[in-house]
Structure formats: C-alpha cells, structure tokens
C-alpha cells in the first residue's frame, strides 16, 4: 500500500495530464515510482475501480430492525483526464508484459468477490 506522501505524488502526477500528454505522465510516472512500479498501479487500478465512491448507510428498518444498504453516489475520485492518464499508465506499465498485469486483475477481482460475500453476509 503507498504512503500518504505517495499518494500525494500519485495524484499530483495525475494531474500533470491536464497540461501534459500521455507519454510525458506516463515518463513521470516512472520516475516518480521507479522502485514501487507495482505498488502505484495497484493503487491506480484502486483508483479507477472506486470511480463513483461507494456510500454505506445503516439505520432502522420500518419493522424496527437495524437495516442497511451500499449505494454508487455520482461522485468519482478522478477527474476524466486523471481517469484517461491513469488508464494509459496501467496500459504503459504492462504492455511489454500482459502475465502481470492478468496477475493484477485476477487479485482485483478476488478483492471484489470478497467485499460481495462479506456484503452478503450482512
């Protein structure tokens, strides 16, 4: 998981794509997480995949039981050129290299069956 201090970073070179073009995100993007190349695609996978954040509520049910429910809101944590960057850095990243980023995906969609199971059993 990155820092708070990388995650910073993370989304200043973000961004960067409002003025930059892709490559030249993508290059920063490299330079800034040389040693961590995995770790801040992870978190932009993370990033891209919570778009529209998810809004937990619970509360009473009108038999008097405690209820609750998951809801999309309309907000989304990256901005379109943010989205658009973040998208062809995952893309630059592992283009040369497709057993990676399958890897990823496979782990990021064990992640989500997990938090559907662990809403079923609410």
Known sequence: MLSAAQ???LLSVLS????KTLDEV????????????????????ILLDDGPALTASIGFNHSGHI???????S???LRLP??????????????H????YLLMRVWQWQ?????????IQL
């Open 111 to 119: 992640r989500q069956w997990q938090w559907q199971y662990h809403l």
């Open 26 to 45: 993508a290059i920063a993007f490299r330079k800034s997480f040389a040693d961590h190349l995995f770790k801040a695609g992870w978190a932009l996978s």
């Open 97 to 100: 290299d497709p057993i990676q």
């Open 16 to 19: 960067e794509a409002e003025s």
């Open 7 to 9: 995650l910073d970073s």
């Open 82 to 95: 943010q989205r658009l960057a973040a998208l062809f850095i995952l893309y630059d990243l592992y283009r």
């Open 67 to 73: 209820g609750h429910s998951v809801t999309r809101s």
């Open 75 to 77: 907000l989304s944590l």
